[in-house]
């Protein structure tokens, strides 16, 4: 890449396919990379979802997703588990960012990386992600946590593209314990802790109000 050009969609997506290559099945079953089309795609949906107040169309083309992501899993069954994380570059006004997501039995995070912040608006986009895990998962969207994660800011007008590749090349190297590590800087495992402890008081509490407990939960 020439210095002070832009990186293109094309070479993001030749670095994913290699990415796909060098994994294993059961690899890519926990870490997932979505070419840079899906955000364009998936982002019009749910604008369309939005504003047809929830139409049937735009949520079956949404619900499709996982189907598509089982395909490119090759889970014929279409029954398997979303991947545990999921990444997806992001283009627009002419910037890249990374969003990735994060899958634990029921409950998700949403993170966006952005080199140059106040370009991508995140609450749009956790927006456009919340809606898909909602039809897709389903999830509720109490439990989809979201976080805006420091990363080296870029220093021109031009190196966004870099920067997401090399988040990408970071991801790819880490091992799903290690990538947990640095979310727990964000409070995700925390997050999660404290839901299983409220799951596991709504249960002691249901017990009490059916009458299979003596007292109430301490």
């Given at each position: 890449?020439?210095?002070?050009?832009?990186?293109?969609?094309?070479?993001?997506?030749?670095?994913?396919?290699?990415?796909?290559?060098?994994?294993?099945?059961?690899?890519?079953?926990?870490?997932?990379?979505?070419?840079?089309?899906?955000?364009?795609?998936?982002?019009?949906l749910v604008v369309r979802y939005d504003k047809t107040n929830h139409a049937e169309e735009p949520m079956i083309k949404i619900t499709r997703l996982r189907k598509s992501i089982c395909l490119e899993l090759h889970d014929e069954d279409m029954q398997g588990n979303l991947p545990a994380w999921i990444f997806m570059p992001i283009?627009?006004?002419?910037?890249?960012?990374?969003?990735?997501?994060?899958?634990?039995?029921?409950?998700?995070?949403?993170?966006?990386?952005?080199?140059?912040?106040?370009?991508?608006?995140?609450?749009?986009?956790?927006?456009?992600?919340?809606?898909?895990?909602?039809?897709?998962?389903?999830?509720?969207?109490?439990?989809?946590?979201?976080?805006?994660?420091?990363?080296?800011?870029?220093?021109?007008?031009?190196?966004?593209?870099?920067?997401?590749?090399?988040?990408?090349?970071?991801?790819?190297?880490?091992?799903?314990?290690?990538?947990?590590?640095?979310?727990?800087?964000?409070?995700?495992?925390?997050?999660?802790?404290?839901?299983?402890?409220?799951?596991?008081?709504?249960?002691?509490?249901?017990?009490?109000?059916?009458?299979?407990?003596?007292?109430?939960?301490?």
């Amino acid at each position: 890449m020439y210095k002070g050009c832009y990186l293109w969609g094309d070479v993001i997506n030749m670095y994913i396919n290699q990415a796909f290559l060098k994994k294993s099945r059961e690899q890519l079953h926990n870490m997932f990379y979505v070419n840079t089309f899906w955000f364009t795609k998936v982002s019009e949906l749910v604008v369309r979802y939005d504003k047809t107040n929830h139409a049937e169309e735009p949520m079956i083309k949404i619900t499709r997703l996982r189907k598509s992501i089982c395909l490119e899993l090759h889970d014929e069954d279409m029954q398997g588990n979303l991947p545990a994380w999921i990444f997806m570059p992001i283009h627009g006004k002419k910037h890249w960012s990374l969003a990735i997501i994060r899958i634990h039995n029921d409950v998700a995070m949403l993170a966006h990386l952005d080199s140059f912040r106040g370009t991508h608006d995140p609450e749009a986009i956790f927006h456009i992600f919340k809606t898909v895990l909602c039809l897709i998962v389903p999830i509720d969207t109490a439990l989809i946590m979201t976080a805006i994660m420091n990363v080296e800011q870029q220093q021109d007008g031009h190196s966004c593209g870099k920067h997401v590749l090399q988040m990408l090349v970071d991801a790819a190297r880490k091992e799903s314990d290690g990538l947990d590590r640095c979310f727990r800087e964000e409070g995700l495992i925390r997050y999660i802790a404290i839901l299983d402890q409220v799951r596991s008081f709504d249960v002691v509490f249901g017990m009490y109000l059916s009458g299979k407990m003596a007292g109430p939960p301490m």
